[in-house]
DNA sequence: GGCTGTCGAACGACCGTTCGTTCGCCACCT
DNA sequence: AGGTGGCGAACGAACGGTCGTTCGACAGCC
């Protein structure tokens, strides 16, 4: 029996030929420093040593373009974190290893993240929506842990779970306008960190 | 005795007709919504209902326009937070009204904080220095706050200034990703409860 | 010999900016 | 009161260039 056909959001990205991840590649990094209206596919081109009209035999289009950067950005951030909600563990540690997970994709793949952030509102209304959705189960994931800890005593029951969630969300998000690769601080320490300020306040005890 | 020359930058930001003026808040309008580089001076033009040509009897550029949404966003925080500062008052005090301040700043207006924070790097290098200055100034405002605590004893002592800093940024700064105008929370409580948590932490005493 | 990837020319649209001109308004002069 | 000259604001055409995209031709490889 043949296979099913597979759900949309399961097909492969794209024909994953080396030319046109390098392209990919190329467009996260462009894109992340000049903003997508900032950068043209001349720009894209002379990143390849190819002529502009060339690049249309890989992709179909700029804004496909934009939207395979910003998705791969959303679901790396999604795999990541579920890994740390699903642990075993006290609320506490399982939002101590969300942060540093999330904090290590946005250093890992900066350029890709910087365009998730701050280029994905220039994608079509239909795109867009697919990225919120991905975006909204992100936040719903935090939402879950700082609910798991009020329920189990270990976070202050009057504690309001939007506003923590939103809290560890801008920490990681805010990370890639101020990290710069090669600083002392690594990721993982720069996680424990906002995770440490985060739970134990700035206030003594 | 005549007046003394005013230092640059305490100049009449331009010469304020109204017209100037309005195309001040549209340009700010559209760069939010747009992005710099997405906003064409024909969308400004139909914006005030003239042509494209005659937008240059009130401006030099397109690009002076930006620094001026910009570095009129970046005087706003720095006035507000200032206030908040040298308030005679505990540590976490100024750091509650900062936070406070520094959100409703955001909220009221709303299209030049988002454009201040999104598009300041677009600005030719010389232009966005003056504007790193202004951010550098306002962080160490921040900084200075966290280290008084310490000093105080409010703050606990083995707290990371720098790290403690940039959550209070974090926190202000992705406010205008998320904040929508009529929802049900007021700037001001907006700033508590982050202050709240940033101070108390999610941890049981 | 077909397939893939590239070139390079061309498409129409739009870009930011300049410019000569017009027009209404108001201060000033007689 | 009536004339006049200057001025700010806007028009609308035009500038050279770039935009994203299409397409026929062709080279090299399997």
Avoid at 21 to 30: N, T, Y
Avoid at 116 to 127: A, I, K, Q, V
Wanted: glycine share 8%.
């Amino acid at each position: 029996m043949a296979p099913v056909a597979e759900k949309l959001t399961d097909l492969p990205r794209s024909a994953p030929s080396p030319r046109r991840a390098e392209l990919g590649r190329a467009a996260a990094r462009l894109f992340s420093e000049r903003g997508y209206h900032g950068t043209s596919m001349q720009h894209l081109a002379d990143a390849l040593g190819l002529q502009r009209g060339s690049l249309y035999a890989h992709i179909g289009s700029k804004q496909e373009l934009l939207f395979e950067v910003v998705d791969e950005g959303a679901d790396r951030f999604l795999e990541r974190g579920r890994a740390a909600v699903h642990m075993a563990a006290p609320a506490a540690t399982r939002l101590r290893q969300l942060l540093i997970s999330h904090i290590e994709t946005a250093i890992e793949h900066l350029d890709a993240a910087t365009v998730f952030l701050n280029e994905w509102r220039y994608l079509p209304e239909d795109l867009r929506a697919s990225i919120q959705i991905k975006r909204d189960r992100y936040e719903e994931m935090v939402r879950s842990i700082v609910t798991d800890g009020i329920a189990a005593g270990d976070f202050r029951s009057d504690a309001d779970v939007s506003f923590a969630a939103r809290l560890v969300l801008s920490a990681g998000n805010w990370t890639y306008a101020w990290y710069r690769p090669g600083g002392e601080l690594g990721p993982k320490e720069i996680g424990e960190r906002f995770a440490e300020l985060l739970i134990r306040g700035l206030e003594v005890a």
